[in-house]
């Protein structure tokens, strides 16, 4: 390369600089570094909407979690009964009279 292309490589390189913008900070950055300066925690707000789905969520589960223990209960309850029924381990045993 030549005196006139290196200026010419320089000159394209700082130009490609035009137009761009400084990093703005987020809008909290600077209360966090003062917070964490003078030792208080930075506090966070939650939404209510966020808050009020995520119990609804929580409340969804539970529920869920009820109706299919109570179907597993009530399954498990007739299983033995036919199990019993099936070997005559109920009260109508005949040996039971002796």
């Given at each position: 390369?030549?005196?006139t292309?290196?200026?010419?490589y320089?000159?394209?390189?700082?130009?490609s600089?035009d137009?761009m913008?400084?990093?703005e900070?987020?809008?909290?950055?600077y209360?966090?570094i003062?917070?964490r300066l003078s030792?208080k925690?930075?506090?966070t707000?939650?939404?209510?909407?966020r808050?009020?789905?995520?119990?609804?969520c929580?409340?969804?589960?539970?529920?869920v979690?009820?109706?299919?223990?109570?179907m597993?209960?009530t399954k498990?309850?007739?299983?033995m009964?036919?199990?019993?029924?099936?070997?005559?381990l109920t009260n109508n045993n005949p040996?039971?009279?002796l």
């Amino acid at each position: 390369m030549n005196e006139t292309g290196k200026n010419k490589y320089v000159e394209d390189i700082l130009n490609s600089l035009d137009g761009m913008q400084r990093a703005e900070p987020g809008a909290g950055l600077y209360d966090k570094i003062e917070g964490r300066l003078s030792g208080k925690a930075a506090t966070t707000i939650i939404p209510l909407r966020r808050v009020s789905f995520a119990a609804a969520c929580v409340l969804l589960l539970i529920a869920v979690n009820i109706i299919f223990m109570s179907m597993q209960h009530t399954k498990k309850d007739n299983s033995m009964l036919e199990v019993a029924s099936f070997y005559q381990l109920t009260n109508n045993n005949p040996l039971d009279n002796l």
